[in-house]
């Protein structure tokens, strides 16, 4: 059972543009998200975490939005750069403590074409 | 980038051969963890550490198993490797601490042949 889904595998948005990226949950004891963006060939680097306090966070060109009555949330790129063609995992968890202890989403690949 | 170095990067080993990853951190954080990456699953937890000596198992822990001798090192066995345990290993690291982040290493390749 999957308690983290990203159903889009992938995206393609041009260059400038926003990129929207999606993530579905479904165990409502989590309470922190996190985004993970991963290149080939190396490890998931941390983007932008947000806990269920709050239902927006922003970090430069990285907003993260949290819905917790649909428990959605999705990442914004504005505006979006070639450089960011990446996967980016969505990741969830019991802020609390050990927060490392992560359920992750099966990841979208984005592409940003020039 | 956080202090993690995992070795080795790559390795290929035969079916019921044993194999240890080793995962060593240099920012002395209590945590640590061992996730695999497949295709159609993003990561999974395998096995993590709140301490030395300290350990519990994870999402997918069959086959596998852990040590913490030392603060700085985490190690991952695969007691007899066996195809399906070929993956991409990431070691990560976290703190003490409310809502605070983990952080991941560059990943060991292992193929099973």
């Known amino acids: 059972d999957q308690q983290v889904k990203q159903n889009s595998p992938s995206l393609s948005v041009q260059e400038g543009r926003i990129s929207i990226l999606n993530c579905d949950y479904t165990?409502?004891?989590?309470?922190?998200f996190l985004w993970y963006k991963k290149y080939p060939a190396e490890g998931p680097t941390f983007l932008i975490s947000?806990?269920?306090?709050?239902d927006k966070n922003e970090d430069g060109r990285f907003t993260v939005f949290l819905n917790k009555s649909a428990k959605h949330l999705s990442l914004h790129i504005v505006p979006s750069q070639p450089g960011d063609s990446a996967v980016y995992f969505c990741?969830?968890?019991?802020?609390?403590?050990?927060?490392?202890?992560?359920?992750f989403g099966q990841g979208t690949t984005l592409q940003v074409k020039p | 980038d956080a202090g993690i170095t995992q070795s080795p990067r790559h390795k290929v080993t035969e079916t019921g051969t044993p194999v240890t990853l080793r995962c060593h951190q240099t920012?002395?954080?209590?945590?640590m963890y061992w996730y695999r990456q497949d295709p159609g699953h993003g990561l999974r937890l395998i096995h993590y550490?709140?301490?030395?000596?300290?350990?519990d198992k994870g999402e997918v822990s069959d086959g596998y198993s852990v040590s913490r001798s030392k603060t700085e090192d985490f190690l991952l066995t695969l007691e007899s490797a066996t195809s399906s345990q070929t993956s991409v290993y990431f070691c990560?690291?976290?703190?003490?601490?409310?809502?605070?982040?983990?952080?991941f290493g560059q990943g060991t390749r292992l193929t099973v042949v």
């Open positions: 990560a690291i976290s703190e003490e601490g409310q809502y605070t982040e983990a952080f």
């Open positions: 165990n409502s004891m989590f309470d922190y």
């Open positions: 550490s709140y301490g030395v000596k300290d350990t």
């Open positions: 920012e002395n954080h209590r945590y």
């Open positions: 990741a969830a968890t019991r802020g609390s403590s050990n927060t490392g202890k992560l359920i």
């Open positions: 947000i806990s269920s306090i709050k």
